[in-house]
């Protein structure tokens, strides 16, 4: 008998939470295992390592969710992030979210076999999103934080910021172009690429560049 997929539900909103749950629950391979309303609760309770941690964002607040998706990797690195977008955000957003490590979303419109054929996606190890975010996010090279840490193992959890430097670095770009790519100063990149290097234990941008390339 297969295993079924664990589910953890992060929503504020009863109504939206169990319509979710609904979904989920007359099939015979997936199992709802929490719900949850805040984000405190959902970081504790991923002692329960749920294969797929679904979350609107509004329930973040003023929390960043690059500073949450680093809790999950940081706590339960099997869990998979997917978003239940009652608000749509940008382009933007949704391919930096890929970026820090969102395996998909959802919206609250989308029909129920929509919303199991993303969770079973992702569960497979697919992304699900829309082709035009999948196109954009795939355009240049991205770190995800979870493969830095299967290339690095014992590396210190970068930054949102650190990541995006390294990203560059890798791409070929030099301090002078993250700088105008970032609007900061080349004192401000040199500060941030030195707290990466020393994470990644190397003295060096060639250094580093040798160092992920040949994982």
Do not use: C
């Not at 497979?124 to 795939?138: D, N």
């Amino acid at each position: 008998m297969m295993d079924k997929i664990r589910i953890m539900l992060v929503e504020n909103d009863p109504v939206h939470q169990q319509e979710m749950a609904a979904v989920f629950a007359a099939q015979s391979d997936i199992e709802v295992i929490s719900m949850v309303t805040t984000r405190e609760t959902a970081v504790k309770q991923l002692s329960t390592v749920p294969d797929i941690l679904f979350l609107n964002p509004v329930v973040l607040k003023e929390h960043t969710f690059s500073r949450f998706i680093r809790s999950v990797h940081t706590k339960s690195p099997h869990t998979r992030v997917m978003l239940y977008l009652t608000d749509v955000p940008s382009d933007e957003s949704l391919i930096s979210d890929i970026r820090l490590g969102m395996r998909g979303y959802v919206k609250h419109t989308d029909s129920p076999d929509i919303v199991l054929k993303a969770a079973r996606a992702v569960h497979e190890g697919e992304i699900w999103a829309e082709r035009r975010i999948l196109e954009k996010a795939i355009a240049k090279p991205m770190i995800l934080p979870e493969t830095l840490q299967v290339q690095v193992p014992g590396l210190s959890p970068l930054t949102n910021r650190e990541t995006e430097m390294l990203t560059m670095v890798l791409q070929g770009a030099s301090n002078r172009e993250i700088a105008s790519r970032s609007s900061i100063s080349e004192r401000t990149v040199k500060t941030h690429l030195y707290r990466v290097y020393r994470k990644l234990k190397v003295k060096s941008r060639t250094k580093a560049i040798a160092l992920l390339s040949q994982q």
